[in-house]
């Protein structure tokens, strides 16, 4: 990298110094420090690159490299995960997309679910050619989560008992009601599965509705024998739809769960 900078001409060379201090996300403390400017020459040094294409404003105060053929570097931006920090922070990678990290299915998403405290005007957004699909929660609910590293940025994600819960929380993150259940059975057949965890992140989260579509879903399963009687003491009042997003006419009385009709042959009404 240095010596590909000393053959380009400064402005390019410089660039090329930021970017591989930056890696993949530019800020202006970034070029400041490496360029050792100000905020404000910093910023404007930020303004003309991308003005002259070199680099791609993909938030506030955020930036990545536009195209490595024009800087003769050897790295492209090929794992969105490391805007997430810069663009929604406080964040975490979570739904689907976390159960995809951590082996809980095989099906592959083209979006990156992120849960944000940030206000959210738009709940998609498409960022450097990535799609986020967003989720605001509380601050108050920033827990169970794990930073990963990737391509040398730490990444918050939620940890693998967090992923289960937030996903019974609110099925659409999770890909649907169907693929929330596949989840979680395999979730139960890991080594390192924990009730006591689900249980405490649930009662931390305080919905309801998430211990009454753990304990159908867990009841129906092997595996899940233990846990369902213990979500039976954390019951609340009123009635949840097992998939908001269904038509849910029939009521499991024992769960308090109104279900489609397919998945009431299935349970006790």
């Known amino acids: ?3 590909t900078a000393r053959r380009l001409p400064q402005g390019r060379a410089q660039l090329v110094r930021v970017l591989s201090s930056a890696r993949d996300v530019i800020r202006v403390d970034d070029v400041a ?21 070199w ?8 930036y990545v490299a536009a195209s490595i053929d024009t800087m003769g570097s050897d790295r492209v931006l090929d794992d969105p995960w490391v805007l997430v920090p ?19 299915t095989e099906q592959i998403f083209k979006d990156i679910v ?11 957004q498409e960022r450097h050619g990535a799609l986020f699909s967003l989720k605001h929660i509380d601050e108050r609910k920033l827990f169970g989560t794990k930073s990963v590293w990737r391509h040398q940025a730490r990444v918050p994600v939620s940890d693998v008992h967090r992923t289960v819960v937030d996903m019974l929380d609110d099925p659409a993150i999770g890909g ?8 979680l059975a395999a979730y139960l057949r890991r080594g390192d599965r924990d009730d006591e965890k689900l249980i405490e992140y649930a009662v931390r989260l305080g919905n309801g509705a998430v211990f009454k579509r753990l304990g159908f879903l867990a009841e129906r ?41 397919r998945w009431a042959r299935e349970g006790t009404t």
């Open 176 to 183: 649907g009601i169907q693929h929330v259940a596949d989840c």
């Open 55 to 62: 680099l791609r404003r993909v938030g506030r105060g955020v």
């Open 86 to 104: 810069a663009l929604f922070a406080p964040a975490y990678v979570g739904g689907r997309t976390a159960a995809e990290h951590w082996d809980l």
């Open 33 to 53: 420090s490496v360029l050792r400017l100000d905020r404000t020459a910093a910023a404007q040094r930020l303004s003309r690159w991308t003005e002259q294409g």
């Open 114 to 124: 992120v849960m944000t405290t940030q206000a959210l005007r738009q709940r998609r």
């Open 1 to 3: 990298m240095e010596e």
């Open 221 to 261: 399963l092997p595996e899940g024998a233990e846990l369902a009687p213990v979500c039976e003491h954390h019951l609340s009042g009123g009635h949840a739809k097992l998939d908001p997003t269904q038509d849910s006419s029939h009521v499991l009385t024992k769960w308090r769960l109104r279900v489609p009709q």
